[in-house]
């Protein structure tokens, strides 16, 4: 049984943690309560992928945290990564599930509406649903859903969602009143001088909302 838990949802970003270094930034993250972790580095190339994703691995080997890999198939099956995540425009994500086999988590972004309903909970595990604002990390995104948008596509999903775009700390408690199941983030964890900690703000104030 697959077991991932949506909750603080880490994006790296290469230029964002440059200064730290993804590995770095990763260990800090985890210690802080990041509960998955994908690798994203669109100019790596399949081999500079490989070689991160396996020092990655490396660094959440015991801590239970899955490892995703962004929208290359090849680089997750060679590192033996716990998951892919595919965009609208990458590889079908029925395709992307024969190739990758039904043990590995598979995820999908989700902009609109047409494209949850599409979703086949049979293929796909989760969705990536937003982005909830404008985010730089990712400049061709669809319009902002905010969070009203937010909760539609949430609602019509068949599989848990985790929310993302430009998200904060201060965003916890609407991502969790809109039905997701976590908020991804990038800016917020990559490149603060101290991960550890930004990554801690926010697995506090999830904790917190949760206790209600």
């Known amino acids: 049984m697959k077991r991932f838990d949506l909750s603080l949802y880490l994006v790296l970003d290469p230029d964002l943690c440059r200064a730290r270094s993804m590995v770095e930034t990763t260990r800090a993250a985890v210690a802080g309560g990041a509960t998955i972790v994908q690798l994203r580095d669109k100019a790596a190339g399949t081999a500079g992928l490989i070689e991160t994703g396996r020092a990655l691995m490396s660094v959440l080997d015991g801590t239970g945290v899955p490892l995703i890999v962004n929208d290359d198939v090849d680089a997750a099956v060679a590192i033996g990564a716990h998951g892919l995540h595919v965009g609208q425009g990458d590889m079908p994500a029925a395709e992307a599930r024969r190739r990758v086999g039904p043990g590995m988590i598979l995820g999908l972004s989700v902009e609109t509406e047409a494209a949850v309903r599409a979703v086949d909970p049979s293929v796909v595990d989760y969705v990536g649903a937003g982005p909830v604002f404008a985010t730089q990390t990712k400049p061709d995104h669809e319009p902002p859903t905010g969070f009203d948008g937010l909760a539609r596509l949430v609602a019509l999903s068949p599989v848990p969602a985790v929310a993302i775009?430009?998200?904060?700390?201060?965003?916890?408690?609407?991502?969790?009143?809109?039905?997701?199941?976590?908020?991804a983030v990038v800016s917020a964890i990559c490149g603060q001088p101290d991960p550890e900690a930004a990554a801690r703000l926010i697995a506090d104030a999830i904790r917190d909302c949760r206790r209600g």
Do not use: M
Not at 165 to 183: C, I, N, Q, T
């Open 165 to 183: 775009g430009g998200l904060k700390a201060e965003h916890v408690a609407p991502v969790l009143a809109s039905g997701a199941k976590g908020l």
